[in-house]
């Protein structure tokens, strides 16, 4: 998926001054939001005042081109650009590159804008007792999948389906972002998250729609399971890593996943399907 600098990004602007100008506004990176191994995440506002009360967000990746977080970048870029428009997608509002700060100067920069949005938690963790919200899984269920199914028309893998990964808009529901990981149909994964993998992810065989749709239930599963992945009795954050792992292993070795409990019917048979179980 290689292109050349003038053709990946929107425009390519002088080393920094402190701020980001993105189709002609510039914009100031604030408080650090997200550190990440190829990114980090800032808000930002615009330096002009313009947009009132709007706030957005910086991902910005340093690469060198044609390495391997050049390539996410890259992909991160492209996927946003072919999904504009779609409501619950993360919109990705501009982009540009510059050369680093650094002073390297085979090294760059590049800079993605979105809006300011809810993470998973600071949504999920927020919602009134109880701590299961059925009505609330069954929208993040129906608006997750829509965006996978826009995605998947466009012959892509989301490819990180994940909590991390989902975000919340007050106006539009939940949308899926980060799209870093993005393959065409039929590619191996990039990203092997493996709490939310597939088997076929993991055994870095060909990915397909099914692989995303295994890695929502399995972000379902754990929702209505208080924190539970399958074949965990506690919750993650009190369990070992071992314990952990051995869990994940069972998933992926095919053993039948226990459906989960205090849920309507109909909710279990579709985090069923996703995990492609015959629950009842």
């Known amino acids: 998926m290689s ?13 920094d001054d402190g701020t980001v100008t993105l189709q002609g506004r510039a914009y100031r990176p604030g408080t650090l939001l997200y550190q990440g191994k190829e990114s980090r995440v800032y808000s930002a506002c615009r330096t002009d005042g313009g947009d009132g009360d709007t706030a957005f967000v910086l991902k910005v990746y340093e690469c060198t081109p044609g390495d391997d977080v050049w390539e996410t970048a890259l992909r991160d870029a492209e996927a946003g650009r072919r999904l504009r428009g779609c409501r619950h997608i993360v919109p990705l509002l501009a982009d540009t590159i510059r050369r680093s700060a650094s002073g390297t100067s085979d090294r760059c920069e590049v800079f993605l804008l979105m809006p300011k949005l809810l993470t998973f938690r600071e949504r999920w963790d927020n919602l009134p007792s109880p701590p299961f919200h059925e009505r609330e899984v069954t929208a993040l269920y129906r608006d997750i999948a829509a965006a996978l199914q826009v995605i998947h028309r466009r012959g892509l893998v989301h490819g990180d389906v994940k909590p991390d990964n989902l975000y919340y808009d007050p106006r539009k529901g939940w949308l899926l972002g980060d799209f870093g990981s993005v393959i065409r149909r039929g590619e191996p994964a990039r990203t092997v998250s493996e709490g939310y993998c597939a088997p076929e992810a993991r055994a870095g065989q060909p990915c397909n729609p099914a692989t995303d749709a295994y890695a929502l239930g399995v972000t379902v599963y754990r929702l209505v399971c208080g924190d539970r992945l399958p074949f965990c009795d506690r919750p993650c954050n009190q ?23 205090g849920i309507s019917p109909a909710l279990r048979r579709r985090i069923g399907k996703l995990l492609r179980q015959s629950w009842s």
């Open 3 to 15: 292109r050349s600098l003038s053709a990946a990004f929107g425009s390519t602007i002088p080393p």
């Open 239 to 261: 369990m070992t890593e071992d314990e952990v792992y051995h869990a994940i292993e069972r998933r992926l070795r095919g053993e039948p996943i226990p459906p989960p409990t």
